[in-house]
């Protein structure tokens, strides 16, 4: 599908295999921005974080931190703000839970609580001090990182798929060397509510970035393609950080300091397999609820005959 884009790339402006040595550096880190208040979900986050919500039975965060273990992730950074203490618990080891389930021989669900973290992955926390938006999240990590690529995950959109979203990112990032932010298409006023790429169909769900801009008008959205919440950088990214000046809403955006680093190196978007549920609506997170609990092995079949026999009924 060609994107309805402004200036597009001459023909000759392929896809290039970037050979720097940082670029192709194995992808080990991954930052969560969650500093966020989620006034969206009042009064549910006024004192716990929103990415602590469950789906089903497993909080926001956690399916992001397994899909960048997934991918091969094993150093997770949250930059986090205040109210956030119980992401960190999470992520924790819990002694005397475990202590009880131990004793109580309800092995299953010990080896659930055992199994938050991986063996193997690390967590680090830092805080964000003042919430100046998505871009000064992510530089506020830059020393954690150094000279490597790194991800970065908002654990608002849930990506549900056989094999994760960011795994797939990080196959064309390690074939091309390029940092990688994911797409979609967007239909329809919604477009206006999410960074939109501009650039040139190369291949198989792949496209030549050209041109990326932050919460456009409608009338002004240079495609109908919209940013996902998943990135891949090269280290580059941190100068363009660093020289970011208030953009859309008055925060340092993430997406600007992309726009600078498309017209320094090739970056490249990327069209994932696999549903997003936009997990920051109230809507979103009771679709992905829905869905994925008709999954779920333990409810699935009684949320299928509840929804079937009961809610449909009602709904006629
Ligand atoms: C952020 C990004 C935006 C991206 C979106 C995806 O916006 O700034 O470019 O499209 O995440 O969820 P937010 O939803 O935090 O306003």
Redesign the pocket.
């Known amino acids: 599908r060609d994107l309805h884009s402004f200036p597009t790339r001459r023909s000759s402006d392929l896809l290039q295999v970037m050979t720097s040595s940082t670029n192709h550096k194995i992808l080990r880190k991954a930052i969560f921005p969650v500093a966020g208040l989620g006034s969206r979900f009042l009064p549910a986050t006024k004192a716990s974080p929103k990415e602590m919500m469950p789906v089903v039975d497993k909080p926001l965060i956690q399916y992001a931190v397994e899909e960048a273990v997934s991918a091969g992730i094993t150093e997770m950074i949250f930059v986090t703000g205040r109210a956030k203490r119980a992401i960190a618990d999470h992520f924790d080891k819990a002694y005397e839970l475990e202590h009880q389930l131990e004793k109580s021989g309800k092995r299953e669900l010990l080896e659930i609580a055992q199994g938050v973290v991986p063996k193997g992955v690390s967590c680090t926390y830092i805080r964000q001090t003042e919430a100046l938006g ?1 871009g000064h999240a992510v530089l506020t990590a830059a020393h954690l990182i150094g000279d490597e690529p790194f991800a970065v995950l ?1 654990a ?2 849930l990506i549900h798929c056989e094999v994760s979203a960011l795994k797939q990112m990080a196959e064309q990032h390690n074939f091309y060397g390029s940092s990688v932010v994911a797409v979609q298409q967007v239909s329809g006023a919604a477009i206006s ?3 939109v790429i501009s650039g040139v169909q190369q291949g198989d769900r792949l496209y030549l970035l050209d041109g990326i801009v ?1 919460k456009p008008k409608v009338k002004d959205a240079p495609s109908d393609m ?4 998943r990135y891949i950088f090269s280290p580059q990214i941190f100068e363009h950080l660093r020289a970011l000046k208030p953009g859309a809403g008055g925060e340092y ?3 600007d300091a992309i726009q600078m680093l498309l017209m320094q190196e090739q970056v490249i978007a990327y069209e994932f397999h696999g549903t997003r549920y936009d997990c ?1 609506s109230k809507l979103g997170l009771l679709r992905a609820n829905i869905e994925l609990g008709l999954e779920h092995p333990e409810i699935g079949n009684e949320l299928r005959v509840f929804l079937k026999n009961e809610l449909f009924q009602k709904l006629q």
């Open positions: 998505l908002l608002d959109d509510a999410y960074g932050e919209g940013v996902t919440g955006q993430l997406t920051g």
